[in-house]
């Protein structure tokens, strides 16, 4: 149960920091990432993310994020369908190859979970390959997939 009332309205730099902190989360930050940017403990993230007006804010937020999906999926499509530039192409390929957890990255997507538990998205044998050569996310040391040399 979260606690009550972090939200202090008579603390201004307070609620301006954990209403960034709330936005920080919602755009997927880790606790780690979180205590280290605001120079506070985890622990302490965790107390103000567990608050009832925190975790509504990151629920209403989460939602807005995810209505926003098929928009962003016509976006990749259009860029990959329509741009003649091939590095645009490129890193929107990069995003989508990670995103789903193609590419190799230090953590399994929920997309690649779901795949292979037969949860939700059906895959092609190609991908179904792709995934399957893939090496554990514990073995995976780094990874750069700056194909095209400019550092992102």
Not at 22 to 36: H, S
């Amino acid at each position: 149960m979260g606690t009550e009332g972090a939200l202090i309205q008579d603390n201004p730099q307070r609620l301006k920091r954990d209403l960034s902190l709330a936005q920080d989360r919602i755009a997927g930050k880790t606790y780690k990432e979180l205590a280290q940017a605001y120079g506070i403990t985890e622990g302490r993230i965790s107390q103000i993310l567990n608050d009832d007006q925190i975790k509504g804010i990151i629920e209403e937020g989460s939602r807005q994020m995810v209505s926003l999906v098929p928009k962003a999926i016509d976006n990749y499509r259009d860029i990959l369908t329509n741009t003649k530039d091939d590095k645009v192409k490129l890193s929107a390929s990069k995003d989508i190859l990670q995103s789903t957890g193609i590419a190799a990255t230090h953590t399994t997507s929920v997309i690649i979970q779901n795949s292979f538990n037969r949860q939700s998205v059906e895959l092609t044998p190609e991908v179904l390959s792709l995934l399957q050569s893939r090496p554990p996310a514990r073995q995976i040391i780094d990874c750069n997939l700056d194909l095209d040399g400019d550092g992102d």
